[in-house]
C-alpha cells in the first residue's frame, strides 16, 4: 500500500523558514506528479506547489509563495521537499503531501503536518 509520510513542520516566528519532506513507501516514480497543499483552520485545502516526476520535473506554485518556496525531489531518496522561507502568519496552515500515481490518477495524501507562524 502506498504511503506518503511528511516530516519538518512546527513553530516558526515570521520571517523565519521550514523544510517540510515528504517520503513515499515506495519509488516515486510510480507517481507522475506529487506535492504540498496547504488548510488553514476554516478554509478549504489548496494547492502550495507541485512537480511532476519526469525527467523534466515541472514545478507549480501557488501565486501565493511564488519566490519563497522551493519544491525539489530526491529520486535516489524517494522523498519530495518543500523549503519555505520568509513566512508569514497566514502561511500557518497544516500541510499535506499529495501524489498521484500514474498507473490509474489514483491520488494519495499523507497525514499533514501542522506549520505555525507566529511571534
Known amino acids: 500500500q502506498v504511503q506518503l509520510v511528511e516530516s519538518g513542520g512546527g513553530l516558526v516566528q515570521p520571517g523565519g523558514s521550514l523544510r517540510l519532506s515528504c517520503a513515499a513507501s515506495?519509488?516515486?516514480?510510480?507517481?507522475?506528479?506529487m506535492g504540498w497543499y496547504r488548510q488553514a483552520p476554516g478554509k478549504e485545502r489548496v494547492l502550495v506547489a507541485t512537480i511532476t516526476i519526469t525527467s523534466r520535473g515541472w514545478i507549480n506554485y501557488a501565486d501565493s509563495v511564488k519566490g519563497r518556496c522551493t519544491i525539489s525531489r530526491d529520486d535516489a531518496k524517494n522523498t519530495v521537499t518543500l523549503q519555505m522561507d520568509s513566512l508569514r502568519p497566514e502561511d500557518t496552515a497544516v500541510y499535506y503531501c499529495?501524489?498521484?500515481?500514474?498507473?490509474?490518477?489514483?491520488?494519495?495524501w499523507g497525514q499533514g503536518t501542522q506549520v505555525t507562524v507566529s511571534s
Open positions: 515506495g519509488s516515486i516514480f510510480g507517481f507522475n506528479t
Open positions: 499529495w501524489g498521484k500515481r500514474a498507473i490509474d490518477n489514483s491520488q494519495y
